[in-house]
């Protein structure tokens, strides 16, 4: 239509930018741009910022509920009054309707939005909780590669001594040994066929002085179900300041004294 007005073009051209228009409408718009820079060079703007906003996010499907919005704004937003051309154009851009198509772009705009930012969180909240599980699986191997390179380090010492711990009538099957550096104090704890540790609890080695004086060596948090495990251990002081080893079952965390029956013991 020789008659449409760069203003109505440009109310005109987010739509086509969209591809909401009709034939009829577009057939119009086209004709205009075909000698209007100024109007194509919107159009371009607008094309480009659609385009952006499509690929800004990595795609998600939408739920049905949110899918059937958009679609149901995208048709209220084609829809026009049956008029003929000549009448149609000026009529609709001057008259209400004009303001009932455009709460429909902007409602087609909004449920866009909507998609996209509810795409994004969803995204974005499976991203971190991978990223979290990822980076506990690294800190629970570093600490286990840490305990393996201790334990290695201890096995190879050249003074390593050997301590048997043998069970008690609470537990007769029961057998453990230590590892020990006479140096440094530091070494390992190896049980096997305890009661499997319930949860909450725990097994508590102690080092007991010959006047019956008891210290905290170490802690093992955890068997399995033959009631077989190892932690590291360290003792308080030189091994010579000691007479024997004793393991108890505690609380998690520890006790500052034995609350339950010896399980294994053996002399240093």
């Not at 371009?44 to 739920?63: C, F």
């Not at 919005?69 to 026009?80: D, E, I, P, T």
């Not at 948090?221 to 505690?250: H, M």
Request: glycine share 8%; with cysteine.
């Amino acid at each position: 239509m020789s008659g449409l007005h760069c203003a109505e073009a440009r109310d005109l051209v987010p739509l086509l930018a969209l591809d909401v228009l009709d034939v009829d409408e577009r057939d119009v718009l086209e004709d205009h741009l075909a000698g209007c820079a100024a109007c194509l060079e919107e159009l371009a703007a607008h094309s480009e910022t659609v385009a952006v906003i499509a690929l800004a996010l990595p795609q998600q499907d939408p739920s049905p509920a949110v899918k059937a919005r958009v679609l149901s704004a995208a048709r209220r937003a084609r829809m026009l009054p049956a008029l003929p051309l000549a009448r149609r154009v000026p009529a609709f851009w001057r008259g209400p309707r004009a303001a009932n198509l455009r709460v429909s772009l902007t409602g087609l705009v909004a449920s866009l939005a909507l998609v996209i930012a509810a795409g994004s969180t969803v995204w974005a909240l499976n991203l971190r909780s991978e990223l979290d599980a990822q980076n506990a699986r690294i800190a629970s191997l570093s600490e286990r590669a840490q305990g393996y390179s201790k334990v290695t380090s201890v096995l190879q010492a050249a003074d390593t001594q050997i301590r048997v711990l043998e069970g008690t009538g609470d537990a007769p099957r029961a057998f453990g040994r230590v590892y020990i550096d006479p140096d440094t104090s530091e070494g390992m704890l190896m049980v096997r066929s305890l009661p499997p540790l319930p949860a909450g609890r725990s097994y508590q080695l102690w080092v007991v002085g010959a006047d019956g004086q008891r210290q905290s060596a170490g802690l093992l948090t955890w068997t399995d179900k033959s009631g077989n495990g190892y932690t590291l251990i360290q003792c308080p002081e030189q091994l010579a300041r000691w007479k024997s080893f004793g393991v108890t079952e505690e609380p998690s965390g520890g006790s500052p004294g034995p609350t339950g029956p010896r399980l294994l013991g053996g002399a240093i």
